[in-house]
């Protein structure tokens, strides 16, 4: 790596964004936006009810509580090259063994090998990183990454529904899954090795700045360095007794219960108002392509506004599109259910982990990452059997949905009361470790 801020005129950072894009692409996709697909090729063929079905997201996000906080303390100590390789390595296996499926409770233990890759190899750490490279540029990197992931999005989804169509004799899900698994084994160690952790560690700085852009103040004779000077980063046990942290993480936790429930269940319900996977596959394709866009919209609002009044105002507005999908009873309606629901996911997207870099700084930013996830990861746990449990028992998805969509707009509303903390101005040995006012 070079010492000069840019390679091939490009700063290094801009480069990491894109490789952040790919590498989210063929972790996520596959595993979490082609769910739906994957369960109706699976309902097909073994005969589970919506409910089980629906336990195998839950059962991701049994491993996300329990391993977030132990994945941000790894993000923090090994850094992201270390944990892509090995994470992109343990998804791959996980594909596999879902390759092999042949009951119930090897479908749930192989998506908790494939959620555990994926938590070690991809989206913390790609964050983490992204937050170490960008400062001033932070909503709109991590928000160029996300349009990386929704261009694989929008090339998986159909090919993936195309491959495990049960109506069709085609490759099949089990041979699709296993083809997965090969390619990303064979991807992790190439990308692991274009991973740059920190850019300091190759004497850059964050943004591609160079150094006399951001001048050190020298105290005067005498005088001591105010406790800003000291530090502005939280470390992670100050983070947890602020206000905003849970609000957050709270806040994320509601708007993103909707997101895994439309994964597991679009095709589903689709399946019931008579329309082919296939179709359900162009629907995810058209709220992930007006998502790309709003990536960008978001990461700009979000460098501009203050960033938890943008954070309410799109989600918001993928509250109102669950509500519109509730509702919907034709191909018109969802599709417009898509643009909007890509509207308000896109641009809440690469917001919810911009303001913890905002707030908290970049020290501990992996340690705060993962402990935030605990309280989303618990509410995440029961929105897909949920929405399972409330369809097999009341014969449709209106109460489900309904439900979701009341708890989305909840979550909009704890990111509006999130006020960015401070830690105290005060001489360092003296301070008190953290003030805050909501």
Same mark, same amino acid.
Do not use: C
């Given at each position: /790596?070079?010492?000069?801020?840019?390679?091939?005129?490009?700063?290094?950072?801009?480069?990491?964004?894109? =490789?952040?894009?790919?590498?989210?692409?063929? *972790?996520?996709?596959?595993?979490?936006?082609?769910?739906?697909?994957?369960?109706?090729?699976?309902?097909?063929?073994?005969?589970?009810?919506?409910?089980?079905?629906?336990?195998?997201?839950?059962?991701?996000?049994?491993?996300?509580?329990?391993?977030?906080?132990?994945?941000?303390?790894?993000?923090?100590?090994?850094?992201?090259?270390?944990?892509?390789?090995?994470?992109?390595?343990?998804?791959?296996?996980?594909?596999?063994?879902?390759? $092999?499926?042949?009951?119930?409770?090897?479908?749930?233990?192989?998506?908790?090998?494939?959620?555990?890759?994926?938590?070690?190899?991809?989206?913390?750490?790609?964050?983490? /990183?992204?937050?170490?490279?960008?400062?001033?540029?932070?909503?709109?990197?991590?928000?160029?990454?996300?349009?990386?992931? $929704?261009?694989?999005?929008?090339?998986?989804?159909?090919? =993936?529904?195309?491959?495990?169509?049960?109506?069709?004799?085609? =490759?099949?899900?089990?041979?699709?899954?296993?083809?997965?698994?090969?390619?990303?084994? =064979?991807?992790?160690?190439?990308?692991?090795?274009?991973?740059?952790?920190?850019?300091?560690?190759?004497?850059? $700085?964050?943004?591609?700045?160079?150094?006399?852009?951001?001048?050190?103040?020298?105290?005067?004779?005498?005088?001591?360095?105010?406790?800003?000077?000291? #530090?502005?980063?939280?470390?992670?046990?100050?983070?947890? !007794?602020?206000?905003?942290?849970?609000?957050?993480?709270?806040?994320?936790?509601?708007?993103?219960?909707?997101? %895994?429930?439309?994964?597991?269940?679009?095709?589903?319900?689709? !399946?019931?108002?008579?329309?082919?996977?296939?179709?359900?596959?162009?629907?995810?394709?058209?709220?992930?392509?007006?998502? /790309?866009?709003?990536?960008?919209?978001?990461?700009?609002?979000?460098?501009?506004?203050?960033?938890?009044?943008?954070?309410?105002?799109?989600?918001?507005?993928?509250? &109102? *599109?669950?509500? %519109?999908?509730?509702?919907?009873?034709?191909? #018109?309606?969802?599709?417009?259910?898509?643009?909007?629901?890509? /509207? &308000?996911?896109?641009?809440?997207?690469?917001? #919810?982990?911009?303001?913890? &870099?905002?707030?908290?700084?970049?020290?501990?930013?992996?340690?705060?990452?993962?402990?935030?996830?605990?309280?989303?990861?618990?509410?995440?746990?029961?929105?897909?059997?949920?929405?399972?449990?409330?369809?097999?028992?009341?014969?449709?998805? #209106?109460?489900?949905?309904?439900?979701?969509? *009341?708890?989305?707009?909840?979550?909009?509303?704890?990111?509006?009361?999130?006020? !960015?903390?401070?830690?105290?101005?005060?001489?360092?040995?003296?301070?008190?470790?953290?003030?805050?006012?909501?």
């Amino acid at each position: /790596m070079p010492s000069s801020p840019r390679l091939n005129n490009v700063f290094y950072g801009w480069w990491l964004v894109a =490789i952040s894009g790919f590498t989210m692409s063929i *972790a996520t996709v596959p595993l979490f936006h082609a769910m739906s697909l994957w369960a109706v090729a699976l309902e097909y063929q073994f005969h589970w009810s919506r409910t089980q079905l629906g336990f195998a997201l839950a059962f991701t996000r049994i491993e996300g509580g329990v391993m977030g906080p132990i994945e941000g303390y790894l993000t923090d100590k090994w850094g992201t090259r270390r944990m892509v390789l090995v994470g992109l390595t343990i998804l791959g296996i996980g594909f596999l063994l879902f390759g $092999r499926v042949n009951s119930l409770w090897m479908f749930y233990g192989a998506y908790m090998v494939m959620a555990l890759g994926q938590g070690l190899g991809s989206w913390l750490p790609m964050m983490t /990183m992204l937050n170490h490279w960008f400062q001033r540029r932070r909503a709109m990197a991590i928000g160029w990454a996300n349009v990386g992931s $929704r261009i694989g999005a929008l090339a998986l989804v159909p090919a =993936i529904a195309w491959a495990v169509d049960p109506t069709e004799d085609r =490759i099949g899900w089990s041979m699709t899954a296993t083809i997965i698994g090969v390619f990303v084994i =064979i991807m992790a160690v190439p990308l692991s090795r274009l991973i740059r952790n920190r850019p300091q560690d190759y004497g850059l $700085r964050p943004d591609g700045d160079p150094p006399e852009t951001v001048p050190q103040a020298r105290p005067s004779q005498g005088q001591q360095p105010s406790a800003s000077a000291v #530090t502005t980063d939280f470390t992670a046990s100050q983070a947890l !007794k602020t206000p905003a942290f849970w609000l957050i993480s709270f806040g994320h936790g509601f708007t993103s219960m909707v997101i %895994l429930a439309i994964m597991a269940h679009l095709g589903l319900l689709m !399946k019931d108002q008579g329309f082919q996977v296939q179709t359900t596959a162009w629907v995810v394709a058209v709220y992930t392509a007006v998502a /790309m866009v709003f990536q960008l919209v978001g990461g700009y609002m979000g460098d501009r506004i203050s960033i938890r009044l943008a954070l309410f105002l799109f989600t918001s507005i993928q509250a &109102g *599109a669950v509500l %519109l999908l509730t509702f919907s009873n034709s191909l #018109t309606m969802f599709y417009a259910f898509a643009v909007l629901f890509g /509207m &308000g996911f896109g641009g809440r997207n690469p917001l #919810t982990v911009a303001i913890r &870099g905002d707030y908290f700084g970049r020290a501990s930013f992996g340690k705060i990452m993962g402990l935030s996830t605990v309280p989303m990861n618990v509410l995440l746990l029961i929105s897909a059997p949920m929405a399972g449990y409330l369809r097999d028992t009341q014969g449709d998805y #209106t109460l489900a949905f309904l439900l979701l969509a *009341a708890f989305n707009f909840l979550g909009g509303v704890f990111f509006l009361l999130a006020r !960015k903390p401070q830690l105290a101005a005060a001489n360092p040995s003296t301070a008190e470790p953290v003030s805050q006012s909501l």
